[in-house]
């Protein structure tokens, strides 16, 4: 083990953190509008009772103690309250971060799963009719905007055929007499947002997977494996995939980091009550302590991932670590 080498990326990995931490508390504070102005104006507000929101979210102070006060609520996950829904931010968020968890669970591992597996069936028949069918077909589908796609396949398998809800996470109102029947619920509301998920991510794995191996089938190891008589499955099981999977590593990692944030276009689309819904909601309601507690999380898991995946790739490919 390269103790050193982890001890730099340790490093860099907590001062990685600290600069995006600080640029999150800055960026809202730059961002147009006053969001306190909406509030008060929906309070109907006197400038006293103005005042007093001011002080009740800290915004009085100096802006040296907000910074303060904003980093020890940040490492204590203390998000404050939300400006649109009057309630503990964290009270807002974690639900949704499940909900968003239960469709990024499903989709992004078949997602990878189908490019990974199209992309070598691909590489191994690079040039022929198999490689060309399946790599325009992937490209077409790729190119697709996530959000047409769902709504294609939403009027056909939803207001069409009526084989699925049209939206929502479960039936509204619905007395669950098991365990079962809650999944079962959930199970009819998720296929078509899984299925379009998986589809709008799938090509760039597809592209990666496919690029990476056909590099490895021209290295000098691969050569060796066929001069000894090997045969072709075996070359491409045992030598090829394993090395082509090296470079798609990275940008594993990285999705299934992200997988509480949801799909944006995907959660409005059908209705899902996730961490991307929530945001674009944020936004528009200029929520400050939702929008901040969103992106401190991703920034959390983004640095983590990055530091994950530089420690495996470092042991997956020694010749990456820096002596």
């Not at 499940?98 to 028949?125: D, E, H, N, R, Y």
């Not at 992937?138 to 996530?146: D, E, K, Q, R, V």
């Not at 640095?303 to 790739?313: G, Q, S």
Request: hydrophobic fraction near 55%; charge should be positive; proline fraction near 5%.
């Amino acid at each position: 083990m390269n103790v050193k080498f982890i001890i730099r990326r340790l490093l860099y990995t907590c001062f990685l953190f600290f600069f995006v931490v600080t640029f999150n508390f800055i960026l809202f504070r730059l961002m147009p509008g006053d969001p306190l102005a909406m509030v008060s104006r929906e309070l109907k507000a006197s400038p006293e009772s103005r005042a007093s929101i001011l002080q009740l979210y800290g915004l009085d102070k100096p802006i040296e103690v907000q910074y303060l006060n904003y980093i020890k609520s940040m490492l204590t996950f203390d998000f404050g309250t939300s400006f649109n829904y009057r309630m503990p931010v964290k009270d807002v968020l974690f639900p949704k971060i499940k909900a968003s968890l239960i469709l990024a669970v499903w989709s992004l591992p078949f997602g990878i799963l189908i490019g990974i597996v199209m992309g070598i069936v691909a590489s191994a028949f690079r040039g022929k009719k198999t490689d060309t069918v399946i790599t325009t077909t992937s490209m077409l589908i790729y190119a697709l905007p996530s959000f047409w796609l769902g709504m294609i396949l939403l009027s056909l398998f939803a207001v069409k055929l009526k084989l699925v809800p049209v939206n929502g996470m479960i039936t509204p109102g619905m007395n669950y007499g098991t365990y079962f029947s809650y999944v079962a619920d959930l199970a009819r509301h998720i296929i078509i947002p899984l299925l379009s998920y998986s589809l709008a991510i799938f090509g760039s794995y597809f592209l990666i997977m496919r690029s990476s191996m056909i590099d490895v089938f021209s290295e000098d190891f691969v050569l060796t494996a066929r001069a000894k008589g090997l045969p072709r499955r075996k070359v491409i099981t045992r030598h090829v995939v394993p090395n082509a999977l090296l470079p798609i590593t990275t940008i594993v990692v990285t999705s299934i980091a992200l997988m509480f944030t949801g799909a944006f276009s995907i959660e409005i689309l059908f209705s899902w009550p996730g961490v991307g819904r929530l945001m674009v909601e944020a936004v528009t309601r200029q929520d400050y302590p939702i929008m901040q507690a969103i992106n401190y999380l991703i920034a959390i898991v983004v640095v983590a991932a990055n530091f994950i995946v530089d420690i495996l790739y470092s042991y997956l490919d020694p010749r990456v670590r820096v002596e």
